[in-house]
């Protein structure tokens, strides 16, 4: 091994890094695209092949990856979860946001996805959606960079 | 660190790769065990120890771990999913495949298997899924293989 | 490259690793805290930045990421779920737990968990659930770390 190559296995390490997105959201419920925040997140590190880890370090909010074209599937997905998890059932939960929760949960807080030639692998139709349930709110999400 | 050691270390880092499955599948619905196929890139990978990333770049399909032994038990999913999104309510999205997007939404694009061995670590009962919830089409899986 | 700097390398890679908990649920749905079992196992592995996934090997159980602080939520959580897939519905799957699976298959069998400076990744009100939907059992858990 050269001294060269050592060198070339450091930095696709070192290209591995968490990074911090902020998100503020303006209402109750909101599914914002932040497929271009998180693309140029991977720019930014260099990897140009690996994977990323989408986290959201809260309980009343989600990642979900699906179209992000039509506004009325949002508006479908938004319908769906309020029928699975009505705002107004008598729950144990007694914040008011026993919803909220029970729609992230199903959401799930986290997604990975692939990075291939510098991009997101993702479908023609695909986008990587912040998922407010409890809003207006300031939010955080976590991206973790993995260089192969 | 000798020669033999930095080459060592050079060979599993480039055991991770990205591949490509190709799925066709024959009705609207479909639960297809990919399980094998996985297994076999696996294999074709020389990883022996690692993670495998898989991952769907459509929305409306989606990936699922679960049994793969009783037939019985797809019907109950699709039944299930059919009940939770049925095709027939209206929707915004109007090209017709909107339970389609509400069921991938709820399974996912993705699961991250490990990897131990050289081969997946399931359960005996275990196997993954690819869901079809607007097909018969042809569809593509993306397999990342990422070497510890 | 120095000795030195190939050494430190091969400590990081050598710092992925594959772990097992065992976990004995006391009654059919139980949600059962393993946050300091994950963190502790994180520790021993001397991770200090890197990830950590977290799978289960079975059909009827699955991984939560959710508030661990109140214990009504787990209430309606449980009560959410049953709604969702009665266990007395008539399925085609006749082991009696088809709840059980269609439960697991919503929450899923795996999350994807980021570790920074030694410690998980986790909101204020975050913790990691394991989800028991046909207990009492002995189950396991598969953690696996992985270093930068």
């Known amino acids: 091994m050269t001294d060269q190559a050592g ?5 696709e390490r070192a ?3 968490l990074y911090g997105l902020q998100i503020e959201t303006r209402s109750r419920v909101e599914f914002k695209d932040i497929t271009d925040q998180i693309q140029k997140l991977i720019e930014k590190s260099g990897v140009s092949s690996g994977q990323c880890h989408v986290f959201v370090p809260h309980t009343s909010a989600a990642i979900l990856i699906n179209e992000n074209y ?3 599937l949002r508006k479908d997905i938004d319908d769906f979860l309020k029928k699975l998890a009505p705002a107004g059932d008598a729950y144990q939960h007694d914040d008011g946001n026993c919803d909220a929760h029970l729609k992230a949960i199903l ?3 986290s997604k990975t996805l692939l990075i291939d030639g510098g991009r997101l692998v993702l479908g023609q139709w695909q986008g990587v959606h912040f998922c407010e349930f409890d809003g207006p709110r ?4 976590k991206v973790k960079i993995v260089a192969d």
Chains 1, 2, 3 share one sequence.
């Open 15 to 17: 290209g591995s890094r």
């Open 70 to 72: 039509d506004p009325g």
């Open 7 to 11: 060198k070339a296995a450091a930095t």
């Open 138 to 141: 300031r939010r955080d999400v």
């Open 107 to 109: 959401i799930g807080p």
